[in-house]
């Protein structure tokens, strides 16, 4: 236990720990509520995994997450990000499935170019149902999720809110949905569709990010689950964020500012300092101690119960479930400075503007997520790519490009070492590139491979995974992170959660930060 | 190395180092399962067991009893967020007895604590923990290993216990302090005395490896014979815990663990336990929600009766009155006690019923020639434990 000098008032009512995406929000909120905020983000600068920094002379990136569809747009104007400096550089952005040997499909929200009659019919309809179902479930995020085995009147009800969003979709509806809820993604798409590029890419956004294979089981839900989240969203597609991913952050932390909150950047916490079984602040590891009458963490619940907190201050049953959290990233991040524009066979320059996918058909997927099961990267890695320099040209010097891809499998704990491993990946991912954009390959200047063991580094998540933990029927809703922590209070008195480890999870969202915040707002009194 | 190829499947009982002294005395063949060894139930008859503890000296083998070694720089913080006493309390060569809970503050097991060393430590459980304080472990810097195996152990329990070690040669065995250990030598075999018991009478617990054994219960009968030394079983035994007001595992509480239907696991202070449990000193598994338990008042709690009559209330539903209408808990325990002559038994009663001094009502069901008979009995809430002698605490003992 720290001990520090009793007595010393709290300087703030509220420590957030962390400047990523969810922790600025937080903060934003929380200031706009009232309360006297400081953030504290370990690195230089905001941003956590929604960070643009320089991979090469010149060329600069979104490190982590490349593509904005998750945000509410509620969120967005309630902290008049627009008037702190964000600005699109494309929103409404289009999915190009790349296919070997044929013409790419373009995939729009209603239709696809380059279907069969059969297909397109499917299509229109499958969309359809998705957007149903998924508008039902979209208003479970900006809710806390009901604790289980209570008696609690709130927490019944919340239940009864999930049951009736579902009950009013219709009995056909209902039906459907509880018949597909469990099972994979790899079985619903065959179902429906014939051709294997069109199911490629419908089912690799159900497994983009996480620990599965279309065939593993519960992938239909983390489908519905990012359509839900889209939904929530606004339903505006993907964007772009002007200055890549760090700029949103930029904005969200001038929003905080301006709503009075402290941020200081460059100042790791060691741990969370507990005075009386509760949380009273934190200490640096500079070794100064800061002091508050709550603390939000964004960090990862295990980062934040194992490391920052610690297990002694914690029963065990608790600190086993967390110690159980699935945590493992298996999504590297290739980073890629390019001396042309790349040219993708058969892909228009407006596509160009979009996301290209490298998922030819569901089997290939799998293929790929077999080596992951082992402790191998894929010998064939499936890629979701943008080119932010066709809509974004200052992040590269004139003329030149940036490719950024989400190269899917990288096991965390490469059974080889990443050390021994990172250029057969790299020349992997190369290689793939090189079918569909001949020629990629001479015209590369620098490149630069973010395994999940890198990212466990550089953004300080345990395991290195973008969501601090895979979505999954057993870790979301009422049990995400874990039980006893899952509405964003915790064991800890004073302590409190609010990153992408929480309901409803990561991707650049933001919904799990202002949650946490409405809760604090509810249940942590100011100091006096 | 065993040239035994036998499956171990055709014999799942693992045999304890004292078993074939055990098997040349056993009378009526009565063994029972004990964490996976084959233990005697009774030698000869239970009351005449019982009548050796209570009045001369008994062996007992509980190498069974599940051993853990801890040990590591984190030790102590480790234990102490395991159990809910103050084990940094606990100087060297010393005993405590602990229970663990878990995190909504019900009972795990209990067992006692040994600490052999400065960071040295032994628990002594009635059932395996591994998975728990393996769990317990996590962000402490401990080793944990099970022993049990590695060490036999035997107690001598009753009035002339002190006597038979005096007998042997062991000298300053007597000046030994009622949960204090220490260390001894018999005919070249190392032998680890703690003074602790499940009989609530005088009586010690002799700890060594395996090879030892047979050699120091050999020493022991022979030194013992003039001082009535017998071989006990767990029929015995139980009788004489139910007199100390000790409590047993599966029967008068189920681990929270294995407990499955809501209301079954027991808290610490439903137990009257609750002089086990340091709220001061800092943060332990169950501490919370212990807290709470406290604010609120417990639910029910364990009990001592003295009930009306000579017949053992087993199993006994508890009434608030003669009447039997109003159910307010049942009987976890229950012997007529020999040596008290008084009917007792362990209770556990719901709240507000379990002030001291009050009055509920046993229904005893007894099967005379196969013909059941119903009986209400008047028991009245008493203080435990129900035999406590002054030998058991007097250092050194006297002479008997």
């Known amino acids: 236990m720290i001990v520090a000098a009793s007595g010393a008032a709290s300087a703030y009512d509220c420590i957030v720990i962390g400047g990523g995406h969810n922790g600025l929000v937080c903060a934003a909120t929380l200031s706009k509520g009232g309360r006297s905020v400081l953030l504290l983000e370990a690195a230089a600068e905001v941003g956590g995994a929604a960070l643009t920094r320089e991979f090469a002379p ?44 044929a013409p790419p499909l373009l995939l729009g929200h ?57 009950r009013k979709l219709g009995r056909r509806d209902m039906r459907e949905l509880l018949r597909i809820g469990g099972m994979n993604v790899y079985d619903l798409l065959e179902e429906n569709f014939e051709s294997a590029a069109l199911k490629g890419a419908l089912g690799f956004d159900a497994v983009l990010g996480a620990n599965f294979g279309p065939r593993s089981p519960g992938t239909v839900l983390t489908l519905l689950y990012r359509l839900a989240a889209e939904y929530g969203a606004g339903d505006a597609g993907m964007s772009q964020p002007k200055g890549g991913m760090g700029a949103l952050c930029n904005a969200l932390a001038k929003a905080a500012s ?57 029963d065990t049953g608790f600190v086993r479930r967390v110690n159980h959290i699935r945590s493992r990233g ?28 490298i998922a030819p058909s569901l089997q290939h997927i799998e293929h790929a997520y077999n080596h992951a099961k082992y402790g191998e990267y894929s010998a064939a890695p499936v890629m979701e790519i943008t080119v932010p320099t066709v809509n974004d040209p200052a992040l590269a010097p004139a003329g030149q490009h940036v490719l950024s891809a989400v190269v899917q499998y990288a096991p965390y704990a490469l059974k080889a070492g990443w050390e021994a491993g990172r250029q057969g990946f790299l020349d992997a991912a190369l290689d793939t590139l090189e079918r569909f954009a001949p020629g990629l390959r001479g015209t590369v200047v620098a490149a630069e491979v973010s395994t999940p063991a890198d990212m466990e580094r550089e953004f300080r998540t345990s395991g290195g995974h973008w969501h601090h933990g895979d979505l999954a029927f057993d870790q979301i809703l009422m049990v995400r992170p874990v039980p006893g922590a899952a509405q964003y209070q915790t064991p800890m008195a004073g302590l409190f959660l609010c990153g992408a480890g929480c309901h409803p999870g990561g991707g650049v969202m933001g919904i ?15 100091s006096p | 190395m065993s040239e035994n190829l036998e499956p171990h499947f055709r014999r799942p009982l693992l045999k304890t180092p004292f078993h074939e002294r055990a098997r040349a005395l056993s009378q009526v063949d009565s063994f029972i399962p004990w964490a996976g060894y084959t233990t005697v139930d009774v030698f000869t008859t239970m009351e005449q067991e019982y009548f050796a503890i209570r ?61 052999l060393g400065a960071s040295d430590y032994r628990i002594c459980t009635a059932e395996r923990q591994i998975d728990w304080f393996l769990d317990s472990a996590i962000g ?15 107690a001598v329990q009753g009035p002339t216990s002190c006597a038979v070690l005096k007998t042997l040669g062991l000298a300053g065995v007597e000046n030994l302090k009622p949960f204090e250990i220490g260390y001894f030598s018999l005919h070249g075999h190392a032998l680890t005395i703690s003074r602790t018991g499940f009989t609530g009478d005088l009586g010690y617990e002799l700890w060594m490896e395996p090879r030892s054994a047979e050699a120091v219960w050999d020493a022991l009968m022979a030194a013992g014979r003039s001082r009535g ?60 929600a212990l807290l709470a338990e406290e604010i609120e008042g417990p639910r029910r709690q364990l009990v001592g009766l003295d009930v009306a009559g000579n017949k053992p209330a087993h199993n006994a539903l508890l009434y608030t009155e003669a009447g039997g209408k109003r159910e307010i808990g049942s009987v976890t325990s229950a012997i007529w006690s020999p040596t008290c002559k008084r009917n007792i038994a362990l209770a556990i009663v719901d709240a507000p019923h379990f002030r001291m001094g009050s009055t509920v009502w046993a229904d005893i069901y007894l099967n005379r020639e196969l013909v059941w008979e119903r009986r209400m009995s008047r028991a009245q809430i008493v203080e435990r434990p129900f035999f406590a002698p002054e030998r058991r605490r007097a250092t050194p003992p006297a002479e008997f």
Request: with cysteine; glycine share 8%; charged share 20%.
């Open chain 1, 258 to 314: 301006a709503a009075g909150a402290a941020i200081r950047t460059g100042a790791p916490v060691a741990s969370i300092l507990v005075e009386g079984d509760r949380a009273a602040g934190v200490v640096l590891e500079s070794g100064e101690t800061l002091r508050a009458h709550c603390v939000i963490s964004s960090a990862d619940p295990k980062t934040t119960f194992l490391e920052l907190l610690g297990a002694r201050h914690l």
């Open chain 2, 229 to 288: 030394i017998r071989a006990i079983g767990s029929q015995a035994l139980n009788m004489a815990r139910i007199e100390a007001g000790f409590l047993l595992p599966n029967v008068d509480f189920v681990s929270a663990e294995h407990t499955l239907r809501i209301g079954r696991d027991r808290s610490p202070l439903e137990l009257g336990l609750k002089w086990l449990v340091d709220f001061n000193k800092g943060h332990f598994t169950g501490r919370r």
């Open chain 2, 55 to 115: 009045n001369a000296a008994t062996l007992y083998d509980l190498t069974p009893m599940v051993k853990y070694r801890v040990a590591g720089p984190d030790v102590v913080a480790y234990l102490n967020r395991l159990v809910t006493r103050d084990v940094a309390k606990l100087k060297p060569d010393r005993v405590a007895y602990c229970v663990w809970c878990n995190d909504s503050g019900h009972l795990i097991d209990d067992g006692t604590i040994f600490r």
């Open chain 2, 140 to 154: 402490f810097d401990v080793e944990i290993s099970e022993v049990t195996e590695q060490i036999a152990a035997l």
């Open chain 1, 512 to 526: 799990a930060g202002r949650n946490a915040a409405r809760e604090v707002l509810k249940h942590a009194v100011k």
């Open chain 1, 330 to 357: 298996l999504a590297a991040k290739l980073h890629l400075a390019l001396n042309r524009t790349p040219v993708f066979r058969g892909v228009a320059e407006a596509s160009l503007r979009g996301r290209l996918l």
């Open chain 1, 58 to 101: 010149g060329f600069r990136v979104s490190a982590g997450a490349h593509l904005l569809h998750l945000m509410p747009a509620d969120l967005l104007r309630d902290l008049q990000l627009n008037s702190h400096g964000l600005e699109w550089a494309a929103q409404g952005m289009s999915s190009t499935a790349l296919v070997p040997d």
């Open chain 1, 110 to 166: 209603e239709s696809a170019a380059g279907l069969s009659s059969t297909d397109a019919q499917a299509y229109s309809a499958y969309s359809a149902r998705m957007r149903r179902f998924a508008a039902a479930l979209a208003p479970v995020f900006s809710r806390v999720p009901p604790r289980l085995g209570t008696s609690g009147w709130a927490d019944r009800l919340s239940l009864l809110r999930i049951g009736w969003e579902i």
